[in-house]
């Protein structure tokens, strides 16, 4: 139903031959990773059995979900130290500009992230959590897990009884695992959902080695691609995320600061840290 709402809401402009042609093969192609998914043997269960112990792990606490635009060179990050926090894709790189690591890795994109920087991802140490279609070009080590969506944006409160919902973006995905970790209140930081680009939504841009919509300028190299974003596809998951949180009477913010997202009430960062 919320993937029907979401193609009649569409601009029609927006829905380009070649759009319509990948979405059609990404359902066909998906056949297959819903078999292996659902497969009740081997790593299949495995992987399930340890995205189950992550099932109100946090309950009543606080986290932070940080996004990777280029405001969060504008914040202290040392003040999340002592925080739960989620990160995503390249954050990684954060490390060496000002030592922070999130407490969690999330990385969905398969094309864009998981396939250019394979490598990467696969030694990173941290808790992390992958797409599940491409978990046999990972080394499946003990702090690898592996995360099945749909093409719905349907907000999903446990991934192991409802697939993911797709919003477009790796950060609906971390929304929806952070309310199966049980995090009461979330805040998202780093979503500048401003991009610097005239591309069509999801079509591909081809990187000059000098990224703008990144917290670096080096977060694709030259000849490296990304999608443009789909501005109207992610609000709409945004919408349900903040509908799921509210009417399980937790707290989801945006503490970006001159973030362009509207969905969520503002909230400023250095605040959260005040003592009562």
Same mark, same amino acid.
């Given at each position: 139903?919320?993937?029907?709402?979401?193609?009649?809401?569409?601009? &029609?402009?927006?829905?380009?031959?070649?759009?319509?042609?990948? #979405?059609?093969?990404?359902? =066909?192609?998906?056949?297959?990773?819903?078999?292996?998914?659902?497969? %009740?043997?081997?790593?299949?269960?495995?992987? *399930? /059995?340890?995205?189950?112990?992550?099932?109100?792990?946090?309950?009543?606490?606080?986290?932070?979900?940080?996004?990777?635009? %280029?405001?969060?060179?504008?914040?202290?990050?040392? !003040?999340?130290?002592?925080?739960?926090? &989620?990160?995503?894709?390249?954050?990684?790189?954060?490390? /060496? &500009?000002?030592?922070?690591?999130?407490?969690?890795?999330?990385?969905?994109?398969?094309?864009?992230? !998981?396939?250019?920087?394979? /490598?990467?991802?696969?030694?990173?140490?941290?808790?992390?959590?992958?797409?599940?279609?491409?978990?046999? =070009?990972?080394?499946?080590?003990?702090?690898?897990?592996?995360?099945?969506?749909?093409?719905?944006?349907?907000?999903?409160?446990?991934?192991?009884?409802?697939?993911?919902?797709?919003?477009?973006?790796?950060?609906?995905?971390?929304?929806q695992f952070a309310f199966y970790m049980g995090f009461s209140e979330v805040y998202i930081i780093? *979503?500048?959902?401003?991009?610097?680009?005239?591309?069509?939504?999801?079509?591909?841009? &081809?990187?000059?080695?000098?990224?703008?919509?990144?917290?670096?300028? *080096?977060?694709?190299?030259?000849?490296?691609?990304?999608?443009? %974003?789909?501005?109207?596809?992610?609000?709409?998951?945004?919408?349900?995320?903040? *509908? #799921?949180? /509210?009417?399980?009477?937790? =707290?989801?913010?945006? #503490?970006?600061?001159?973030?362009?997202?509207?969905?969520?009430?503002k909230v400023d960062f250095n605040q959260l840290f005040k003592k009562a």
């Open positions: 139903m919320e993937g029907i709402k979401r193609l009649l809401s569409f601009n &029609i402009k927006d829905l380009t031959f070649g759009r319509v042609v990948r #979405a059609i093969l990404r359902r =066909i192609g998906n056949i297959w990773y819903l078999g292996t998914w659902y497969f %009740p043997f081997g790593f299949s269960k495995l992987n *399930k /059995e340890k995205i189950r112990k992550f099932k109100d792990i946090h309950a009543g606490k606080r986290c932070f979900i940080v996004c990777n635009g %280029p405001s969060l060179n504008k914040m202290d990050l040392s !003040l999340l130290k002592d925080e739960y926090t &989620i990160g995503m894709n390249r954050i990684y790189l954060m490390e /060496e &500009i000002n030592n922070f690591r999130p407490s969690y890795l999330f990385c969905y994109d398969k094309a864009v992230q !998981l396939m250019q920087f394979t /490598e990467e991802f696969d030694a990173v140490d941290m808790t992390c959590f992958y797409n599940w279609d491409l978990n046999n =070009i990972f080394s499946k080590k003990e702090n690898q897990h592996f995360l099945k969506g749909r093409f719905a944006p349907t907000f999903s409160k446990d991934p192991l009884k409802n697939m993911l919902g797709n919003g477009k973006t790796v950060t609906y995905i971390c929304i780093g *979503k500048d959902h401003s991009y610097d680009t005239n591309v069509k939504p999801t079509n591909v841009v &081809i990187s000059d080695g000098n990224d703008l919509n990144h917290f670096s300028p *080096k977060y694709y190299k030259p000849g490296q691609k990304w999608d443009a %974003p789909d501005y109207h596809s992610e609000e709409l998951a945004y919408r349900l995320a903040k *509908k #799921a949180f /509210e009417d399980s009477g937790r =707290i989801i913010k945006d #503490a970006t600061p001159n973030g362009k997202l509207d969905i969520f009430e």
